[in-house]
């Protein structure tokens, strides 16, 4: 970290950054543990090329989440896109405990019912390093045709990360959400990109939202995302249904909400994802 970006680290948060430890995770940003002259420790992270409006969308969606008073989410101690960096408050890493997956799921349900003005997000801002857009819209049967679906069939078929034949399907799945989506519900608020690793639990064993891709959707796109890839617990889903059930069929619906982040992952990653898409949409034929 060059000596500019310390200097603005440091008047953002007025203490001086005294030393600084490298954490591994994150396959875009550089992460840190930051202690100051204060005696704080922080988190900080940068991006040595970050999209426009990269730290401020995420620090955005962060008190977003953290407005909720559901899960904890932590606190933004300072941000800016130029020099690019998040400060973040530093949360000690513990345990599980008994009582932290189903209290991740019940607040988990009270997050997604603090709802969202609209699906999407009012200030736009696009969602992850694949640029996907947010313009807020009606429905969520628009939202995830237009703003998610038919730009990653676009992006899978320019970059060739999709068999023609796959990103065909991906469009035609885009124009059956009506068939496919269940009955309609309100949009809530999402954490985006709910997998194992965006979930710190603490030396008291609570569950703690990181790295959001923060927007109104659908819920069970959140509940798809956490079963894609594991990492929580049956005690936590069955708490959630308990405050907040789920629409009958649910289940059918899994692979259509894993669709975005599966392609998502094909383009980026290639390898299994490419036929754990072609297996997504298999089930959606």
């Not at 038919?150 to 078929?157: K, T, V």
């Not at 308990?242 to 629409?247: D, F, N, Q, T, V």
């Not at 899994?254 to 298999?282: C, D, M, N």
């Amino acid at each position: 970290m060059d000596d500019a970006l310390l200097t603005a680290v440091a008047a953002a948060l007025g203490a001086e950054v005294v030393t600084l430890a490298g954490l591994s995770g994150g396959d875009v940003a550089a992460a840190y543990r930051a202690d100051l002259d204060d005696a704080r420790q922080v988190f900080l992270k940068t991006h040595h090329d970050p999209p426009t409006g990269f730290f401020t969308t995420e620090a955005t969606g962060l008190r977003w989440l953290r407005d909720a008073g559901s899960v904890p989410v932590p606190e933004v101690l300072a941000v800016s896109d130029e020099p690019p960096f998040l400060a973040l408050e530093w949360i000690d890493e513990g345990r599980p405990i008994a009582a932290t997956e189903a209290d991740l799921g019940r607040g988990l349900a009270a997050v997604h019912r603090a709802s969202a003005p609209s699906f999407g997000r009012e200030d736009r801002r696009t969602t992850g390093s694949r640029g996907l857009p947010n313009e807020p819209c009606e429905t969520w049967v628009e939202f995830y045709a237009t703003q998610r679906l038919l730009p990653l069939a676009r992006l899978a078929r320019d970059g060739r990360a999709l068999p023609e034949t796959a990103v065909a399907d991906l469009e035609r799945v885009a124009g059956r959400l009506d068939e496919l989506g269940g009955p309609p519900e309100p949009p809530a608020r999402l954490h985006g990109d709910l997998w194992a690793g965006n979930r710190l639990v603490d030396r008291e064993g609570r569950s703690w939202l990181i790295d959001p891709a923060a927007h109104g959707g659908h819920r069970e796109f959140d509940l798809a995302m956490m079963r894609l890839f594991g990492g929580f617990g049956a005690a936590c889903f069955e708490a959630y249904d308990e405050i907040h059930p789920l629409a009958g069929g649910w289940e059918a619906r899994v692979a259509l909400h894993q669709l975005a982040p599966l392609v998502v992952h094909a383009i980026k990653f290639g390898g299994g994802y490419v036929a754990s898409t072609e297996r997504a949409l298999a089930q959606l034929a």
